[in-house]
């Protein structure tokens, strides 16, 4: 059995856009720190396409999943399709978000990453707004510079970055808020 998957573009108006960007050419540009979308979905299979260039410091995003994160990709050059679930019960709501989990790489200035469509077998529904709505401006610790990796890592790489291990994420979750972060190293 074969199912049939729908595109969705980026502007759509059910599809909540997270950080500082707009919608170009049908590409939504995940620039900074915990960029991306976030949308509710009644179906049982989701797709995204992502484009992302870079030259040393490759992407990588975070997929959560009525706010918990799922996975953890990192996104290879060029433009890709990811499966984000297949098989769940296609009754009930789900939130999604995809968000970008590595800063804008000042010393990449090829460094780039845009969500380009969803493909769904089902739905979206009206975007459940949060009453808050959080911006945090920092440096390297907004940005989760050093969330993930041993303690006694001290490369700088794009891996070892993470949002969802943040301040801003947890402070955002606990009190239930939308939020974008406008953060890089050394500033």
Known sequence: MSIELKKITMDNPEIHKN??????????????TASGI?????GSELWIELS??????????SILLNDV??????????????C??????SNVVKRV?????????????GHFLSMDAIYTDGELV????????????????TSGEGAFGAKQEEEWISMFFGHVHS????????????????SKSGW
Do not use: C
């Open 167 to 182: 301040y801003p994420y947890m402070v955002s979750k606990e009190l239930n808020a939308d939020y974008r972060v406008f």
């Open 84 to 89: 984000v679930f297949r098989n769940l019960n």
């Open 38 to 42: 976030e949308f509710m979905l009644k």
């Open 52 to 61: 992302s260039y870079y030259n040393i410091h490759e992407p990588w995003i």
């Open 19 to 32: 950080g500082r960007g707009k919608v170009v050419d049908g590409r939504f540009p995940m620039f900074f």
């Open 126 to 141: 009206p975007y459940a707004e949060r009453e808050l709505k959080l911006e945090f401006i920092g440096d390297s610790i």
């Open 97 to 109: 978000r995809i968000s970008k989990d590595t800063q804008a790489m000042k010393d990449d200035h």
């Open 69 to 82: 994160r799922v996975s953890r990709v990192m996104v290879p050059k060029g433009r890709q399709k990811f």
